[in-house]
């Protein structure tokens, strides 16, 4: 039927009347390796989603926090390079702070949406971006393929943020050579991009706090002293 199957295979020998008999039991055990991979996939996430909050729990840098997140992103999906970025549609932007990059080059500073087009308009619209290989990615323009082949990208996945109707952020992986992503990989990424979110919001949230507290104290030694 064209369908893969694990198979466990028993073999006995038995001696009937002088000669060697073999008995060979055959039982299809594909039911029994897929739950163990599912267990297996669902103790590695586990995993991994306790090593990223032990990482970005307790700093109070957003960009610190970024970096923290994609490290650890990146390690673990064994990617050349992970980031976190912050879009600006009206200005047709996204601005790359925080990078995390290995065997390529990091991606630090402003880039324009339209010289992505493809992938912007399917993060717009508040979809998952995800390509194998963007050489022969039909999707894709031809501007487009070679704007990803300057970044070193060969593949990739981008999850966008939208909040408030607004898509204001989105983190991503970039893979430079061609690479089939799993439903695994996407969910981790997309995980990723939520705890990150949140992270540096409240890492923002306690910068301003402190802030403001630090402004209210020297208000207060000002009109002491005056």
Not at 8 to 17: I, K, M, Q, R
Not at 185 to 192: G, P, Q, S, V
Not at 207 to 217: F, K, N, V
């Amino acid at each position: 039927d064209g369908i893969t199957r694990e198979v466990e295979v028993v073999a006995n020998l038995y001696d009937e009347d002088g000669r060697t008999v073999v008995q060979c039991n055959v039982r299809d055990i594909s039911e029994r390796k897929r739950a163990e991979l599912i267990l297996r996939q669902n103790d590695e996430r586990q995993t991994f989603l306790l090593k990223l909050t032990d990482a970005i729990q307790m700093i109070g840098d957003p960009l610190e926090v970024q970096t923290a997140a994609l490290r650890v992103l990146g390690e673990h999906l064994a990617v050349n390079r992970a980031y976190y970025n912050v879009i600006d549609e009206e200005q047709d932007t996204y601005e790359i702070y925080r990078t995390y990059a290995n065997g390529v080059a990091p991606l630090i500073g402003q880039f324009r949406l339209s010289e992505v087009s493809y992938a912007a308009k399917t993060a717009g619209s508040g979809q998952i971006v995800v390509f194998d290989d963007a050489s022969i990615d039909a999707r894709m323009s031809e501007a487009e393929r070679a704007a990803w082949a300057s970044m070193e990208v060969a593949a990739g996945v981008g999850v966008p943020l939208h909040k408030d109707g607004r898509w204001v952020a989105g983190l991503g992986v970039h893979s430079a050579t061609p690479r089939r992503w799993t439903d695994e990989d996407i969910e981790l990424i997309r995980e990723t991009a939520e705890r990150t979110w949140a992270a540096v919001q409240q890492a923002q949230a306690e910068t301003a706090l402190q802030s403001g507290a630090a402004r209210d104290a020297f208000r207060v030694q000002l009109t002491d002293a005056l």
